[in-house]
């Protein structure tokens, strides 16, 4: 029939690429903050990890924070080995699009952090962002405390609430300690893509304010949480 898509289905562990033992090489020093990707990073700063459909769009919310020292884009979640983007677009790695990001908890909080990701994509809609289907961008959240993870999870829960009463679906958000996520790393994508938007400002973004505020009123803000980003 025309315009039917199969339904994407997770890889498994035995099923995925098997990828390769060496690393991509690593980024570049970060071309907005001037931080390496990479690391090292500052001892009382925290890592986080999200992924709400193309990173591209994704990282660049998250590089204009106050308190954000370095993001970068990779891939996570998955079984393959150090994975390419060509080879998780393919959707048989089991990673999906991510970003990191390494925050200074003093000046930004892990709520606002989760603000600007549940209220900038479709939580509901399971394995696909708009136009982008595949697990390769379904929507998670990475922890690497056990303060995040119950920070994120009592964060899933309001925010159901308040779609819920909007109309809106389900969430399908994949909400996991990263090293509990498939192969427990976060793989650094290749260089061409890291702060992608920032090199092509006129590039692909499927990102946007997606009606529903994050617990707005719970937090003492009268509006949502908005981004600016440059006019394109």
């Known amino acids: ?25 690593p980024p570049s020093d970060h071309l907005v903050l001037g931080t390496p990707p ?8 925290e890592v986080a990890i999200f992924a709400m459909g193309c990173f591209w769009g994704a990282e660049r919310f998250y590089w204009q924070l106050p308190g954000v020292w370095t993001t970068a884009v990779g891939y996570a979640g998955g079984w393959t080995a150090n994975p390419t983007y060509e080879e998780t677009c393919t959707g048989r790695t089991g990673h999906t699009e ?21 209220e900038h994509h479709d939580p509901t809609t399971p394995n696909r962002q708009g136009n982008d289907v595949g697990t390769q961008y379904r929507s998670a959240i990475f922890t690497t405390t056990e303060e995040q993870l119950a920070m994120a999870r009592a964060s899933r829960e309001r925010y159901q609430a308040a779609l819920t009463d909007a109309g809106f679906g389900t969430i399908s958000t994949q909400v996991e300690p990263l090293d509990e996520a498939g192969d427990g790393i976060f793989h650094m ?3 061409s893509h890291q702060q992608y938007l920032h090199k092509h400002p006129n590039g692909y973004c499927n990102h946007g304010f997606c009606q529903v505020a994050y617990d707005a009123e719970a937090h003492g803000q009268d509006e949502p949480t908005r ?3 440059p006019n394109r």
């Open 38 to 45: 990479a690391g090292p990073y500052p001892d009382d700063h």
């Open 98 to 118: 991510s970003v990191i990001v390494v925050y200074d908890p003093e000046v930004t909080s892990h709520e606002q952090l989760l603000k600007v990701f549940w």
């Open 227 to 229: 981004v600016q980003l």
């Open 189 to 191: 994508a290749e260089d």
């Open 1 to 25: 029939m025309f315009g039917f898509r199969s339904t994407p289905t997770m890889v498994t562990a035995e099923t995925a690429l098997p990828g390769r033992d060496t690393p991509l090489p």
